[in-house]
């Protein structure tokens, strides 16, 4: 799996040199597929926007991502699909999650992606008013998406029956620890 606080910032390394050539951002996605398409890296020294596409990475592990060579990364400008996505802004990790019907469910602390697929497998929600129904966390798996937006994440309304009888898992209990520490050093 892709685990994207992982990810994140991880540093892009040519396989055969070890060299440095930039660090991950952000995902672009495809968001009505859920489909992981490549990377947007931070800005170097350019100060222009480059792009890792998905089928560039080699392997990711150990906190880095491995490529073939620095020509890997390219600049943003070339790749217009990846420029419509990442001007629509729209963000899984921290956005909200609603049902069909409205009900608030809560915000993504962290999503995974296949490693195989590059599909969305799994969010990682904390929950609000719901905390003592769900002990404060769910795990949403792809299926039970209907929409991702700037605004929400739609998910089937059946969903929160099928939680109420799903025990919590121990990693997302370890995630919800880790992002309760990262918020309270950042306060």
């Given amino acids: 799996m892709i685990d ?26 495809n968001f009505e597929t859920g489909k992981l398409l490549g990377f947007q890296l931070s800005e170097g020294l350019l100060k222009e926007q480059r792009i890792l596409r998905i089928e560039d990475v080699k392997e990711i592990r150990d906190g880095n991502v491995f490529v073939d060579s620095e020509m890997s990364v390219k600049p943003l400008n070339n790749f217009g699909l990846f420029e419509e996505l990442l001007k629509k802004e729209i963000k899984i990790k921290d956005n909200n999650v609603v049902t069909e019907s ?65 025990p919590v898992s121990a990693k997302l209990e370890q995630k919800e620890m880790i992002s309760d520490v990262v918020m309270k050093d950042t306060e």
């Fill in 4 to 29: 994207y606080n992982e990810t994140i910032g991880a540093t892009i390394l040519v396989v055969s040199s070890n060299k440095e050539i930039g660090k991950i951002n952000e995902f672009i996605i």
């Fill in 102 to 166: 409205g009900e608030e469910l809560g915000k993504v602390v962290d999503f995974e992606m296949d490693d195989i697929s590059y599909r969305l497998e799994k969010m990682y929600v904390k929950t609000g008013f719901l905390r003592k129904l769900f002990k404060g966390q769910l795990i949403i798996s792809f299926d039970k998406i209907v929409s991702i937006s700037k605004k929400a994440i739609v998910v089937k309304d059946d969903l929160v029956r099928e939680e109420q009888r799903k």
